[in-house]
């Protein structure tokens, strides 16, 4: 599976942002899929997840009621709403995906990564 992130930008704090991450290569509808991202000098946090039907998701704490993570199995493409941005949100924001059909936390659980999208917030 080839993964294209993308959706990045420079936004003020309490604004929005969405992240896609489309899908190639294989059946995308088999994967379950996850949003990371990674500060500079922090290590690789899990963010949301999503099931590969979209019936099972999960958020970090940090991002609950304010990111909500989606899929179009249509379209391969999963994506990642964020709104209330925080400064404290400010990475590099990664898509993942993992064969079991499920997400993790554990980011060494996946078996395919995106690129990355920069994500900035300014407060």
């Known amino acids: 599976v080839q993964l294209q992130a993308s959706g990045g930008g420079l936004v003020q704090a309490g604004g929005s942002l969405r992240l896609s991450c489309a899908a190639s290569?294989?059946?995308?509808?088999?994967?379950?899929m996850g949003w990371f991202r990674q500060a500079p000098g922090k290590d690789r946090e899990f963010v949301a997840g999503?099931?590969?039907?979209?019936?099972?998701?999960r958020y970090t704490d940090s991002v609950k009621g304010r990111f909500t993570v989606s899929r179009d199995n249509a379209k391969n493409t999963v994506y990642l709403e964020m709104n209330s941005l925080k400064p404290e949100d400010t990475s590099v924001y990664y898509c993942?995906?993992?064969?079991?059909?499920?997400?993790?936390?554990?980011?060494?659980?996946?078996?395919?990564w995106g690129q990355g999208t920069q994500v900035t917030v300014s407060s």
């Open positions: 999503i099931s590969w039907n979209g019936g099972s998701t």
């Open positions: 290569g294989r059946t995308f509808s088999n994967y379950g």
């Open positions: 993942a995906a993992s064969a079991s059909g499920y997400y993790n936390r554990r980011a060494d659980l996946y078996d395919y």
